[in-house]
């Protein structure tokens, strides 16, 4: 029987692969962390050692209070300086008290100083520099967020991550950026637990607006969870962690590159629940959208593993679908 299972197993793939292939970008269409419209002519005069573009792109989110763009963006600028620095450093030469320059340089510090075996003491370093970059733009939330990524790294007790929560929120209280700071801090791997995690996370989606990223809160809990240590969280919890994110995914159409990383967050949780049907689905949400997040948790190469895996769900799909359905028809299904 077993065997006869494998057979009937290989046949499916056989049949039906090919065909779930398609409204998938092909491999070499899918890109990483690419940006969207208005960061891309940022990006590119960086390149040429301009920064006018990426400062008045960033003076805008301020300016809008876009404040979920604006952490995007200055996580962005701030990886293309760490390995392009002429143009950012000529930014800081001309313009020293910028709120937006001194908000990626405070974001560059605190990259490079995760990236050192001896973080905790270069996070220390950088302090001042998150505290320039909130006195910079006092009403703005993503400074707030480097301080909670801050007070994690430099093992920061509860009381100061507490304060500088209600700061955060104080600023912007549906900022997801600050949220998922604060998720990181409260999850096992760090200084809380699962089911201090996950209640955190499931408050903050409940009292979400419509559309917000924070409904993907407890899938980040969830992924938390699915890659560190400590006790287990009930399967019902980690599905409905999924459902609510599939819900917000839903709401965006295929290939917005806003939600990208919430899809990509998405798939890997889906991945590992097994629900392989729910993550092709996502799949072809994201199109040719990958971030390096999450799939940098697990693999040096994030494009090479979102890509594998990608084909892998594919597989799985296919293996699940009976034989005599028509080859169209398992397209269309998924």
Same mark, same amino acid.
């Given at each position: ?120 003491? /270069?996070?220390?370093? %950088?302090?001042?520099? @998150?505290?320039?970059? *909130?006195?910079?733009? #006092?009403? $703005? !939330?993503? +400074? ?93 919890? /980690?599905?409905?962690? %999924?459902?609510?994110? @599939?819900?917000?995914? *839903?709401?965006?159409? #295929?290939? $917005? !590159?806003? +939600? ?75």
């Amino acid at each position: 029987m077993a065997l006869l299972r494998a057979l009937i197993g290989t046949a499916r793939m056989l049949k039906h692969t090919k065909h779930l292939a398609v409204g998938l970008p092909a491999d070499d269409q899918v890109l990483l962390d690419a940006p969207d419209e208005r960061l891309a002519p940022a990006l590119v005069a960086a390149g040429r050692d301009e920064y006018g573009p990426a400062a008045a792109l960033l003076a805008a989110t301020r300016e809008e209070a876009a404040w979920e763009n604006r952490d995007l963006y200055t996580r962005r600028l701030a990886a293309f300086a760490r390995n392009r620095p002429d143009w950012f450093e000529h930014w800081l030469a001309d313009r020293p008290y910028d709120p937006d320059a001194l908000l990626v340089k405070a974001e560059l510090a605190l990259g490079r100083a995760w990236e050192s075996p001896a973080y905790a003491e /270069l996070l220390r370093e %950088a302090a001042p520099l @998150i505290s320039a970059a *909130a006195d910079g733009h #006092p009403r $703005d !939330p993503v +400074p707030w967020r480097l301080a909670l990524d801050h007070a994690r790294g430099t093992h920061a007790s509860r009381a100061v991550f507490d304060a500088l929560w209600q700061q955060a929120i104080d600023r912007a209280s549906h900022h997801y950026g600050c949220h998922t700071s604060a998720v990181q801090y409260l999850s096992a791997a760090w200084y809380g637990s699962h089911r201090e995690c996950f209640d955190f996370a499931e408050q903050a989606a409940e009292g979400a607006l419509p559309g917000s990223l924070i409904h993907a809160l407890p899938a980040r809990a969830a992924l938390a969870y699915l890659t560190g240590p400590g006790s287990a969280v009930p399967r019902e919890r /980690l599905d409905a962690a %999924a459902d609510r994110a @599939i819900a917000l995914s *839903a709401g965006y159409e #295929p290939g $917005d !590159p806003y +939600p990208a990383e919430v899809r990509n967050l998405l798939t890997y949780v889906l991945i590992r629940l097994e629900r392989w049907q729910d993550a092709l689905d996502q799949l072809h949400l994201i199109g040719p959208y990958a971030t390096s997040f999450p799939w940098d948790r697990v693999s040096d190469d994030p494009l090479g593993q979102f890509l594998e895996l990608r084909d892998g769900v594919r597989l799985e799909v296919a293996a699940a679908t009976p034989l005599r359905t028509p080859a169209k028809q398992a397209a269309r299904g998924h």
